[in-house]
């Protein structure tokens, strides 16, 4: 059974070689998306009896790992040495830095290696991290999956 839980928040980057306006600082209202896959737990007297997990612990999971981080951040790729300067001069500044250029296929992938030892562990059961999938606009997204 594959089971999927979305969240949103928003971040700022810049794709520096970029030919068009996605070079200069800007941001967005990402969304992102992830897929577990599992059981259905069939046991009565439990709190997961007919779910493969409770969507809140996928929630919790997500957020802890990705959301809270990424939320409200600059999203900047470590060699993008011009714009780490600037923000690193900006006290206080919600700033994250990636060893990929933050586009919505590297942030895709980079969320998923970050879940995907998150998720084998939240209980008991066998639980896979299958897809992850992230909005970057409405109308575009990357997804990066299993294999």
Not at 14 to 20: E, L, N, T, V
Not at 59 to 79: E, N, Q
Not at 113 to 120: D, F, G, H, K, S
Request: proline share 4%; aromatic share 6%; hydrophobic share 40%.
């Amino acid at each position: 059974m594959l089971i999927t839980r979305r969240l949103e928040f928003d971040a700022g980057h810049r794709i520096p070689d970029h030919r068009s306006l996605c070079r200069h600082l800007h941001g967005h209202r990402y969304a992102i998306e992830i897929s577990v896959s599992g059981d259905i737990t069939a046991q009565d007297g439990n709190p997961r009896n007919g779910m493969v997990l409770d969507f809140s612990e996928i929630k919790s999971v997500l957020r802890a790992t990705i959301v809270d981080v990424w939320d409200h951040a600059f999203l900047v790729y470590r060699g993008d040495s011009a714009i780490l300067e600037f923000l690193n001069s900006l006290p206080d500044h919600r700033t994250v830095v990636l060893d990929v250029v933050p586009t919505a296929e590297n942030l895709a992938s980079e969320a998923f290696r970050l879940l995907e030892p998150r998720i084998a562990t939240i209980c008991d059961k066998s639980l896979r991290l299958e897809n992850v999938r992230l909005y970057e606009t409405p109308n575009c997204w990357a997804d990066a999956k299993r294999g």
